[in-house]
T-cell receptor, first 113, second 111 residues
Framework: EAQVTQNPRYLITVTGKKLTVTCSQN?????MSWYRQDPGLGLRQIYY???????DKGDVPEGYKVSRKEKRNFPLILESPSPNQTSLYFC????????????FGPGTRLTVT | SQELEQSPQSLIVQEGKNLTINCTSS?????LYWYKQKYGEGLIFLMM?????EEKSHEKITAKLDEKKQQSSLHITASQPSHAGIYLC???????????FGSGTQLTVLP
């Protein structure tokens, strides 16, 4: 089954404790992206990657890191999480090296206390 | 203000009623995408519109792109409880590398 998977689905952590949210797609997609969703603000892009070893900042990259060492994986790293990073995070991918018709993962709900 | 404005922000309708959701851009639209999200879950792609005047339908959902107005509308005919959820528009407003999203319209359909 073609899908984008994220782990974990739910995470509660404390300020400053490094964490990684994994994202994997099995569709051989070129493009992958991370978003955060907050009430009233909609989806905002954090980082995106157009191919292996190619990553770029989105609209809200502060406090986040990503890497794209393999085509299928695009982990999101929070080196020192803060409460304002409490949010619902989505990973997405699309076939072409552009942002069209993105397939979304199920989401990771992160709470930073 | 956001580059993509959706209206209304929320909508409650009786089952069987028709409804329309609008998505208006402050910039030129190069492509418009409609997604549906069930609360707290991932987004499901509905439709893509790329040309002015283009209209697409999927079951009872129709979307149209008005390039001149920089606006898209999503219309649901004879709504059902299964249509309930959050509808988001996403658009390419100048960078094929990024989609900008509206803040969503929460739809409730009362049985």
């Amino acid at each position: 089954e073609a899908q984008v998977t994220q782990n974990p689905r739910y995470l509660i952590t404390v300020t400053g404790k490094k964490l990684t949210v994994t994202c994997s797609q099995n569709m051989n997609h070129e493009y992958m992206s991370w978003y955060r969703q907050d009430p009233g603000l909609g989806l905002r892009q954090i980082y995106y990657s157009m191919n292996v070893e190619v990553t770029d900042k989105g609209d809200v990259p502060e406090g986040y890191k990503v890497s794209r060492k393999e085509k299928r994986n695009f982990p999101l790293i929070l080196e020192s999480p803060s409460p304002n990073q409490t949010s619902l995070y989505f990973c997405a991918s699309s076939q072409a090296a552009v942002a069209y018709e993105q397939y979304f993962g199920p989401g990771t709900r992160l709470t930073v206390t | 203000s956001q580059e993509l404005e959706q209206s209304p922000q929320s909508l409650i309708v009786q089952e069987g009623k028709n409804l329309t959701i609008n998505c208006t851009s402050s910039k030129t639209l190069y492509g418009l995408y409609w997604y549906k999200q069930k609360y707290g879950e991932g987004l499901i792609f509905l439709m893509m519109l790329q040309k002015g005047g283009e209209e697409k339908s999927h079951e009872k959902i129709t979307a149209k792109l008005d390039e001149k107005k920089q606006q898209s509308s999503l219309h649901i005919t004879a709504s059902q409880p299964s249509h309930a959820g959050i509808y988001l528009c996403g658009a390419d407003i100048g960078s094929a590398r990024q989609l900008t999203f509206g803040s969503g319209t929460q739809l409730t359909v009362l049985p």
